[in-house]
């Protein structure tokens, strides 16, 4: 037939509502979640955590047989060890590339001919899946990423779970714009002329997601589902410390692919050991047409340069100098506990963690009364000690450091300081975990530098050290604002004022400078943290990312539309 | 205030039902067109014809001061000579390169707050106001492309002008997809947490528009106003051999712009002479961060790589072998008259006319019998040459050879056949112009290849002369045409078949060649022809072309989304 598609699939019935729910959240841009982000047993079911941990802990020490149907050289590969201490002892299947990519483009036919709405709700399908194993998946993003145990189940899981569905209705209403047919006719003298056209959406090709060590399911499922949806097979290449969560990640969607009636090759995992080439290896196979990337600037920019060159299509979310304006607030208190959150959470290993908070030699103006910039500094650094003073519960929000460049970092904040030209307002302190004694954690440190110092604090400084930067004034705030973030990026910015020209500005500022603005933040929303379906992480506008999620740019070119046509 | 909208605009009542009816037929995807076809004067008006024409050989021999108002060096610049023969002696003031990109950039602000509405309705008066001057503009198209004048008014004026249209509504449509404001409420124990989010849409930076010889409007417009429409300005870089068309359309454009209430500096040209490097020079320009393409490979080839690889958003559209493959038909007499058309029209020098037709060695079966693949070429050759035997009536469809290049393949075809290691089925017939005797007019010549000498169909052949391919039979004919043209590149497919096995057969082997297919054309619809808000032209699966005349991908990223929210 001319326009293979399906119309009879068993999941379109059972997951009609839940597409069409997400649709119209995506349209209306308010409030929507599918996936509660309580990890709490009256949610997810009495036996839920302990269920999940007891599955997480089987995977220990094994090899991962879910994905022992996947080509693979006969080897096996796996290095993971827990920031909070514990070698994981996982052995994952390496994959036999060229196998796979062969797999990979066999598997084509059958998942584009599907059409896009069968495979909307194949990947429906997979969500929910991957949902009931939210805990044990909050186990492996703990024990990859070094998040404290909420935030790797809500980040790692229900949240991920909603980005991933965002960018599958995301992907389906583009798809939905094309007809699967029409029949056009022009007036003509006589007889008008008509004729059939179909319309077939065909993808671009095999797609490649390279994933990061921080969020390994979070920045992976917006690009796997996207490329999923508008029929490409995706090869995972998971960061070789985080390789667990998205190990279980194509175990359930193969198992999915496969009961629904198509290729487990659709989706694929290749894990490899640190210091690994196959990033790259894979990103320059002809075959693979899309990359998704969320990691370190220099790679990124080697994608957005070399494999862009090579005609792919490269989304990337790199890294960035997250911006704070402050220049007075009706709330000082709020401000400042929600700050002392926004930098305490996950240690600021976050993308979307601040790092520059611009302050006025002017001063701030408070519901508590005018401080000097020195004064607001230590404030700040006063409230983040309160909020992290006790170990048992600051490692609940602190997690874990990722890796030893953070560790390097956060250890000796004085020579830091002293490099860098600046002073110490609050140094790191090492906080000892009741569990994981092994764990290295840190408070987050402040250190103080002047505007014009921006070799110290233009590039980005991942994780627990944030720069208090004294400009002149709320205008030089601004400027300095919009002109980093141009050049260097950004992922997020914050402005504190109660002046409404000053929050105008602000706007202006972040337009020019291409980011997302929170304004006033005292309560329980924090810069740090973006909702699905309503706001977007990342703009594509400044160079620490050139993708967001997930708008309409993020998928439209990853499938075309062939058209045939005939006289009817 | 925070996110800036125009909601007052007068353009906005004045074309509210122009962008309701184009939007709903892009949706549709049926027959839909704004721009009527016929030059006739019961349509454009009874002193139209005489209008357009003075009005040219007003422009003729002189300085074009219609741009004096652009930045300028205080050089002038122009070296076009008809194809038919007059040199045109227009002197188009030279730009100020700097200067324009600096006075582009200070035009953003005030383009991009007025929000997409108010965009769409400037654009859309900017269509209205060249249409009408279709008269002229065929004038201006005839004498710089060589097209005959029917094709030039059509191609160059309505066709064109529903391109633009359709680009400006695909361009509105996504952008409609983000809501101004939303309020955001998530439920929280006790009262819930409620936000105000404001999408701001901004513009990518400045975008660059490379015209081409062939198409100058047609091929233009769809990047001009799709990043015009999206809040970026335009700086349009014409062929040096086709500035005039672009020149008008420019001066148009921004006496719109200016009486709307906008800067001029929305849209620029940037005419040079032969040779000259400024296509490359604004491509590297730091400022240009959109790149729309028409023109050679070579060209196309380093702005997809060099230009992307600098981040820069790269719409090309470049050359490919477009395919026939004859299976059977029940309609000799159509489909012979049908195809002598393509090859014909505007002398093969469409990037859309058919170039290789594949023939298999065990014949065509046709309602006038069997014919052998010999017999057949001699038929095809005989309907071209009867097509094209009266000179007055084939030069108003083979209008002129566009430069030397095209002639110097169609002046001596029994020595390219022999290069190319092919017999000559029809050679090229000189035909003296009535009017215009100095224009080289050629009719198509026919060669034939045998399917194995790969070298000889496998490079476009711009211009008049065409391939009939020996291939042992149809699987080897669709085998051939997914190979090439997924290696090389095709804007169009035809096929002719009664069989609907080898129709989905063909089907399926334009998917995989990502080309669009036309089946069995015998009538008034041709190969190389697209109809606005219906077909698209190129689909961006092929290496022909990175972009297709307009889908999502064409606009989407060419503005980008930047929220700011705040409690409420």
Redesign the interface.
């Known amino acids: 037939?001319?326009v293979p598609t399906t119309t009879t699939h068993p999941l379109l019935e059972a997951h009609r509502e839940t597409l069409d729910a997400a649709t119209q959240a995506l349209?209306?841009?308010?409030?929507y979640s599918r996936y509660p982000e309580s990890p709490s047993p009256r949610v997810y079911g009495e036996t839920a955590p302990q269920d999940g941990q007891a599955a997480h802990e089987a995977v220990l020490n094994s090899d991962f047989t879910a994905l022992a149907d996947q080509p693979t050289t006969g080897r096996t590969v796996g290095s993971e060890r827990s920031p909070y201490g514990p070698a994981l002892g996982v052995r994952y299947p390496e994959l036999d590339v060229p196998a796979a990519i062969a797999a990979a483009q066999a598997a084509i036919p059958a998942w584009?001919d599907a059409g896009p709405e069968v495979r909307a709700a194949v990947c429906v399908e997979i969500i929910e899946r991957i949902n009931k194993r939210s805990h044990e998946m909050a186990h492996a993003v703990m024990h990859t990423s070094g998040q404290p145990f909420v935030m790797s189940f809500q980040a790692g899981g229900p949240h991920a779970q909603d980005r991933a569905l965002e960018a599958v209705v995301v992907a389906l209403?583009?798809q939905r714009?094309?007809?699967a047919s029409?029949?056009?006719?022009?007036?003509?003298k006589g007889e008008p002329?008509r004729?059939q056209?179909?319309?077939?959406l065909?993808p671009?090709g095999v797609a490649l997601v390279i994933g990061c060590n921080t969020f390994p399911t979070w920045n992976a499922y917006p690009g796997i589902f996207a490329s999923l949806a508008t029929g490409n097979p995706v090869v995972i290449k998971p960061h070789p410390r985080g390789v667990l969560p998205l190990a279980l990640t194509t175990a359930i969607a193969r198992d999915v692919l496969a009961e629904a009636g198509f290729d487990r090759a659709l989706v694929q995992l290749a894990p490899e050991e640190d210091g690994g080439t196959l990033a790259k290896d894979l990103a320059l196979d002809p075959a693979v047409r899309i990359i998704d990337y969320t990691g370190g600037p220099g790679f990124g920019h080697w994608l957005?340069?070399?494999a862009?060159?090579?005609?792919k299509l490269v989304y990337t979310e790199k890294a960035g100098l997250n911006t704070v304006v402050v220049d007075s607030t009706d709330d000082l208190k709020g401000m400042l506990g929600n700050l002392a959150f926004s930098f305490s959470l996950y240690s600021g290993q976050m993308c979307t963690a601040p790092q520059n908070v611009y302050v006025p030699a002017t001063g701030v103006q408070t519901d508590e009364g005018h401080l000097s910039a020195e004064e607001f500094a230590e404030k700040l650094a006063g409230a983040i000690t309160r909020f992290t003073s006790d170990d048992a519960r600051a490692v609940e929000i602190l997690g874990a450091t990722v890796n030893d460049d953070v560790r390097s970092r956060a250890t000796d904040v004085p020579a830091l300081a002293a490099r860098l030209g600046g002073e110490v307002v609050l140094d790191a302190r090492p906080v000892t975990h009741p569990t994981y004694p092994d764990a290295v954690v840190r408070t987050p440190a402040l250190i103080a530098v002047e505007a014009d110092n921006t070799e110290a604090y233009t590039q980005e400084c991942f994780g627990p050290v944030a720069f208090v930067v004294r400009t002149q004034d709320t205008t030089e705030s601004l400027r300095r604002f919009a002109e980093t973030v141009r050049e260097h990026g950004g992922m997020t910015a914050a402005v504190y004022s109660t002046d409404e020209q000053v929050l105008?500005a602000a706007?202006d500022a972040?337009?020019e400078a291409?980011?997302?603005?929170?304004?006033?933040?005292?309560?329980?929303?924090f810069v740090n943290q973006t909702?699905a379906f309503?706001?977007?992480h990342g703009?594509?506008?400044n160079p620490a990312a050139?993708s967001?999620y997930a708008?309409?740019?993020f998928v439209?070119?990853r499938f075309?539309?062939?058209?045939?046509?005939?006289?009817v």
Chains 1, 2 share one sequence.
């Open positions: 037939m001319a349209r209306e841009r308010s409030y584009r209403e583009e714009r094309i007809p029409v029949t056009w006719e022009k007036p003509a002329i004729m056209k179909d319309y077939r065909v671009r957005e340069t070399e862009a060159a090579r005609g105008d706007r972040a337009a291409g980011v997302a603005l929170s304004e006033n933040l005292t309560g329980q929303v909702a309503s706001d977007f703009t594509g506008a050139n967001a708008d309409a740019a439209a070119a075309r539309v062939i058209t045939s046509r005939r006289h």
